[in-house]
């Protein structure tokens, strides 16, 4: 972000920014009490061969909802996956096309997740919708509740980048992120 910009755009980043850091660090928890699970698990089967019951259902549902949760925050630090063979050809202006395009393209994927994942989260909360067999059931609900609203977020996130594509070009001049841009 530069001196220039107006107050609204820079306070619309920075909460942005704010956010996706926080989803990212719950999900860095997520993730170590999930390997730390996973070794008691491994520990309790092998030594005492009493394994701790419901990690297969916890650990799957983790999964989504780990990748869900860094999604924002890689979107926002330019740093998902992408092939710079004709990227690095171009000059800013063309670069920033190029980052436009396919956070437009990104941001409708998660558009269709958001409204397509809507369904089956109000039914899941609907019958309070459980996964496992008999021992041990997780509630699949509030997974679903955060992939929709990730989905949203997610859209939000890629429109705010198209909008900074567009409108400051001479930042794709480089790499950098949201963050370098201030200074």
């Known amino acids: 972000m530069s001196s220039e910009l107006p107050a609204w755009e820079i306070k619309i980043e920075s909460i942005t920014e704010s956010f996706a850091k926080t989803l990212n660090i719950i999900s860095g928890v997520w993730l170590a009490s999930i390997a730390a699970l996973i070794l008691y698990d491994v520990i309790g089967r092998e030594a005492f061969g009493s394994p701790f019951h419901g ?81 041990v059931e997780i509630p699949v609900y509030p997974i679903r509740t955060l992939v929709v609203l990730i989905g949203f977020i997610g859209a ?27 200074e």
């Open 55 to 135: 990690t297969n259902e916890l650990v799957s549902n983790s999964v989504l909802s780990i990748l869900m949760l860094q999604l924002p925050l890689a979107m926002i630090n330019r740093s998902s996956l992408r092939t710079t063979i004709l990227y690095g050809k171009f000059g800013p202006r063309g670069k920033s096309i190029i980052e436009a395009i396919s956070y437009l393209l990104a941001g409708l994927v998660f558009l269709g997740i958001g409204f397509g994942s809507w369904e089956n989260m109000i039914e899941a909360w609907d019958i309070m919708e459980l996964e496992g067999s008999g021992v």
């Open 156 to 182: 939000f996130v890629c429109a705010l980048m198209v909008y900074h594509a567009l409108k400051r070009p001479e930042d794709f001049a480089e790499e950098v992120s949201i963050e370098d841009m201030g």
